[in-house]
DNA sequence: GTTTGAATAT
DNA sequence: AATATTCAAA
């Protein structure tokens, strides 16, 4: 450890500080061999390359910096070159613009030839240092942010709440609001972390955490080792790809806004809920029994209820015509109208009216992500098809108008 | 304190 | 339109 190369030091002594492009040209001018020049020239440019290196990772967070590297270096190699075709001394003009841009963010003194040492440091030593650690940290942010929306938008292109990568809007890529203390509470968050069985839950909120526990507590050994089949670990890849980031992410997003994510019902999970609908006998079953019979890891109390509330509006309306000779009916379901099992026509066979169904042993749901309705688990049909897999159920085929307030 | 259903908000 | 949240009642 004993030599360290002065860029890579974390000593600031001033002296082990890059010349700033004033400065080194000036002590080029002073030059008077025409070689020392050049080889002074080349020494620098190839430090700029170094730097340029450096940065390259960081070249979409600091498109600015590339720029004005680049343009350094092509600028310096130019004056190298004709240097040594003129064996005529470097115009100190064609700086000047460059200088200016490199500096625009430093309230650089026109007598910039007279810098101060200080002001040396400052314009290159704490330029390079401190962007360097801001580098680090807005990549990190637009890392994290890009795999999430990037994977989010293959899974949904629907989503449209919450969702910070529409909210960029045109073509500004924003950095996301991030609160100051994001890094401490991605931590602190962390041990909140779910208990969804070895699988990433997008939507729980704190409120969520304290639903979640509670109900879990009565379905008590409910840590029923889920079988974790091919799907549903494909499932969980598609889904939750940014592993625990995206799930920090999310946490964030909700707890800023305040507002849980929207959970989305796919066909797959209305399937469920129709299932344990007509396994309790009808619309009149209970949030609460309902989602124990879903079997969804991570469905809420208030997600059923709501999806439940819309059930019943939607089914409400009895057309005279249905009511009698539905199948739901001779098996003595009260399913609002008759209109309740029309859902077959997306589910196929799977949801269809009264009969043997019921009794079906449906493993237990995992929804990895419900951020777009990717849920698919355990429903070959729409295991990757575009256009049911994203999905949310949708009730308008079933129902024309939801009925009056009943107030 | 929990659950529910209805109303209301987003 | 679909889902979340709120609120009063059970």
Redesign the pocket.
């Known amino acids: 450890m004993g030599l360290v190369p002065p860029e890579l030091s974390l000593d600031f002594r001033p002296n082990v500080v890059p010349k700033t492009i004033t400065n080194f040209l000036r002590e080029l001018s002073l030059i008077g061999n025409v070689s020392d020049k050049v080889s002074k020239l080349d020494a620098f440019v190839k430090g700029l390359e170094e730097e340029m290196k450096k940065i390259d990772a960081f070249k979409r967070e600091l498109p600015l910096c590339m720029l004005l590297l680049n343009d350094a270096i092509l600028v310096l190699k130019e004056e190298s070159t004709q240097c040594m075709a003129r064996n005529v001394e470097p115009v100190l003009e064609e700086f000047i613009p460059l200088k200016n841009k490199e500096e625009d963010n430093h309230s650089e003194e026109d007598g910039s030839l007279i810098t101060t040492k200080k002001e040396e440091d400052c314009n290159n030593d704490c330029n390079n240092n401190k962007d360097k650690k801001n580098w680090m940290s807005s990549v990190q942010l637009w890392n994290i942010d890009d795999d999430y929306c990037s994977s989010d938008h293959k899974l949904d292109t629907k989503r449209n709440d919450e969702d910070p990568c529409k909210s960029r809007g045109g073509g500004g890529r924003g950095f996301m609001p991030f609160k100051a203390n994001l890094g401490f509470s991605v931590r602190k968050e962390d041990k909140q972390e779910v208990p969804v069985h070895g699988l990433t839950l997008s ?1 729980p ?1 704190i ?1 969520n955490l304290k639903e979640e526990s ?2 879990t507590g ?1 379905r008590s050994s409910c840590s029923r080792a889920v079988p974790f089949s091919a799907t549903n670990a494909r499932m969980s890849f598609r889904s939750a790809p940014p592993v625990g980031l995206s799930n920090h992410l999310q946490q964030h997003q909700q707890q800023q806004s305040g ?7 796919s066909p797959e999970l209305h399937r469920r809920f129709l299932n344990a609908l007509q396994q309790l006998g009808g619309s ?1 079953a ?4 309902i989602r124990e019979l879903m079997q969804v890891d991570g469905l809420t ?3 059923v ?6 059930y ?1 509006l939607h089914t409400r309306r009895l057309p005279a015509t249905t009511t009698t000779s539905t199948p739901a009916n001779q098996s003595g379901l009260v399913l609002g109208g008759g209109h309740a099992w029309m859902c077959q026509d997306q589910f196929g066979e799977s949801s269809k009216g009264s009969s043997s169904q019921s009794g079906s042993p449906q493993g237990p749901l995992q929804l990895a992500t419900n951020t777009g309705g990717t849920s698919t688990t355990g429903c070959e049909s729409m295991e990757d098809d575009e256009d049911a897999k994203s999905e ?5 085929s079933h129902d024309q108008k ?1 009925r009056k ?3």
């Not at 507002?259 to 019902?265: E, V």
């Not at 949310?392 to 308008?396: A, D, E, L, V």
């Open positions: 939507t909120g409120k509670s109900s009565s507002r849980k994510q929207r959970r989305c019902w009149q209970t949030p609460k029994q109390n208030d997600e209820k709501s999806h439940l509330q819309k019943r949310c159920y949708s009730w308008k939801p307030n009943n107030v």
